[in-house]
């Protein structure tokens, strides 16, 4: 992943062309560390993303759209203060850095001409956003911060003279000369590539490898900058067998060409904004799925922790017959005690054997056998409630294992944002601070939809509320349910329509209930289905669980 100077270079140029001359006339800042321009320029309105994340920094225009956050940070608040309704007059590239200077002309305080610029630094896990006045060229504030604590070398704080990364004595990519390539050349061939690298301002290790492999490298590295100059390049993204992005840049990466697929684009922010949202999407899908996981694994170890616990309790009280027992031969023996005697020999006069009742001296006969019968009260008290707990235990882990397999597959953020939000009003996370929430989704997650080969429809849900909403308002009494059979997974609903799906119909929407649960990696997984009349929810029950009758089971293997 090569956010290089190259990339910078010709990013810039496309940049300039749309945006100056344009008025500012929104600032957003979705996350900590990304920025949201909306900027109305002589040709369209324009928006322009800006990340400094440390793995995914890069700058483009945006076509997708991204949630914003409903309390802005304190660095959009400045943002908004000093650039809001100004006008960019200029944007460009440092040397051939991976540092890109926006200009602002905006209205100061009393009102006067202020100039600033916002200068964004690519550079991995140093990458940073800085608003500088452009007179002074001290700073006024950074996305980022960067203390004496943190670095010695250069510190980024508000009121500090603006510096720019050290160069580490590379020559620019856009200067460099026949000499400097000869020079750099004078090397084994294998550290060739090496060499370029370190040595030439710009390049990204995929380039270096590119014009190493050449026959004459200053001419390669020369025809490059002229095609970056006219503009006579093909952005491309490449991506692995599965799909998923690999490497970019705007000249061909010879070592993918043959291994990878090749996504042609018409510019560069199309070419950047397609790589880095979908290898930073499911990235970020990921890093949710995680944290939810982690979330629901450690309700189910108290869960389960809980049923062991209760499953002890009741063993433990299960002794309430043998205390009932002891009462009964103490109260018809009472003519026969002592006071003061630690045990009793009885007869058990139901099968006629020998007893030996343990006794508190310190109580009578009568009080000793008022004691066990209360402890067999209070035993089967026990048996009575902790079952009734150990049930409501054991629901809610079957209601957590649904959850489970549909965070296993979620496929997308809002995916995990509803299983979140359905985790929150069950009380098994917490709800977020205020501050730290975003607007919610303008649109409801739709359900899965597939169509059986005989033309049915057929829904899947995406999670457990929405499993309630297929089965109990989407669907018709005479659709048919369908679920795996003691395997977590969605409600299908194969929806008839006023017609008769044949065996072949339900068998399909079968494996797509297959496909839909934690048998997904599985081969002939057994599958309910009934009609939808015949399914219930019991009062209290959690959302997904439900009871149902009349019905049939079908083995198949999971597909959609």
């Not at 369209?44 to 914003?68: Q, V």
């Not at 944007?91 to 209205?107: C, G, H, M, P, T």
């Not at 630094?121 to 996305?143: C, F, P, Q, W, Y």
């Not at 390669?220 to 970019?248: C, H, I, T, W």
Request: neutral net charge; aromatic residues 8%.
């Amino acid at each position: 992943m090569a956010f290089d100077g190259i990339i910078v270079c010709a990013a810039a140029k496309e940049l300039s062309g749309h945006l100056e001359g344009g008025r500012v006339e929104k600032i957003y800042q979705p996350e900590a560390d990304e920025l949201i321009f909306h900027i109305h320029s002589k040709q369209a309105k324009y928006k322009l993303y800006i990340s400094s994340g440390s793995n995914y920094a890069r700058f483009h225009l945006l076509t997708m759209a991204i949630e914003n956050r409903q309390t802005p940070f304190a660095f959009c608040m400045l943002l908004r203060k000093h650039l809001a309704g100004g006008r960019i007059t200029g944007i460009s590239q440092k040397d051939s850095e991976r540092i890109l200077e926006i200009n602002f002309e905006a209205v100061g305080e009393l009102g006067d001409a202020a100039a600033k610029t916002l200068i964004v630094e690519v550079m991995g896990k140093h990458s940073n956003i800085i608003l500088i006045d452009a007179s002074t060229r001290r700073i006024i504030d950074s996305i980022k911060r960067i203390s004496l604590d943190e670095s010695r070398v250069r510190q980024v704080l508000p009121g500090k003279a603006y510096e720019y990364p050290p160069s580490q004595g590379k020559t620019p990519f856009k200067d460099i000369r026949k000499e400097d390539i000869d020079a750099l050349s004078d090397c084994p061939p294998h550290s060739l590539s090496k060499s370029l690298l370190g040595g030439i301002q710009g390049l990204s290790p995929a380039m270096a490898e590119r014009l190493a492999a050449s026959d004459d490298i200053y001419g390669e590295l020369d025809s490059m900058r002229r095609a970056l100059e006219s503009g006579e390049f093909k952005p491309s993204v490449y991506l692995d067998g599965a799909g998923a992005p690999v490497d970019f840049h705007i000249f061909a990466i010879p070592e993918l060409e043959g291994s990878c697929e090749k996504v042609e684009f018409d510019d560069v922010s199309q070419c950047v904004e397609s790589f880095y949202f979908n290898k930073a999407g499911s990235n970020r899908v990921k890093q949710k799925r995680d944290v939810l996981e982690r979330s629901v694994k450690t309700a189910l170890d108290k869960l389960y922790l809980k049923k062991q616990r209760l499953a002890e309790d009741i063993l433990n009280a299960e002794k309430a017959d043998l205390f009932r027992l002891y009462g009964e031969l103490l109260t018809s023996n009472l003519h026969l005690l002592k006071p003061g005697s630690h045990e009793a020999a009885l007869t058990n006069y139901y099968d006629g054997s020998q007893v030996v009742i343990p006794l508190d001296k310190r109580l009578s006969p009568s009080k000793n056998a008022q004691s066990y019968y209360k402890k067999y009260s209070k035993a089967k008290t026990t048996i009575r409630e902790k079952t009734l707990r150990l049930h409501e235990n054991d629901k809610a882990i079957e209601y957590l294992d649904t959850v489970n397999s549909y965070i296993e597959n979620a496929a997308s953020a809002e995916d995990i944002e509803a299983l979140r939000t359905e985790l929150s009003e069950e009380g098994y996370l917490r709800n977020r601070s205020k501050g730290k929430q975003s607007k919610p989704a303008k649109g409801k997650l739709a359900p899965f939809s597939y169509s059986t080969s005989g033309g049915f429809r057929v829904l899947a849900g995406r999670n457990n509320k929405e499993n309630d909403s297929l089965t109990f308002k989407t669907a018709a009494r005479s659709d048919i349910w369908l679920h795996t059979k003691d395997i977590p997974g969605s409600h299908v609903i194969l929806f008839a329509d006023g017609g008769a799906p044949s065996e072949t119909d339900i068998h399909e929407a079968a494996r797509i209930a297959a496909f839909h649960s934690k048998g997904k990696h599985s081969e002939n997984v057994p599958v309910d289905y009934t009609f939808v009349k015949y399914v219930k929810k019991p009062a209290g029950a959690k959302p997904g669980m439900v009871i149902f009758t009349n019905n049939k089971t079908v083995f198949v293997n999971p597909t959609v």
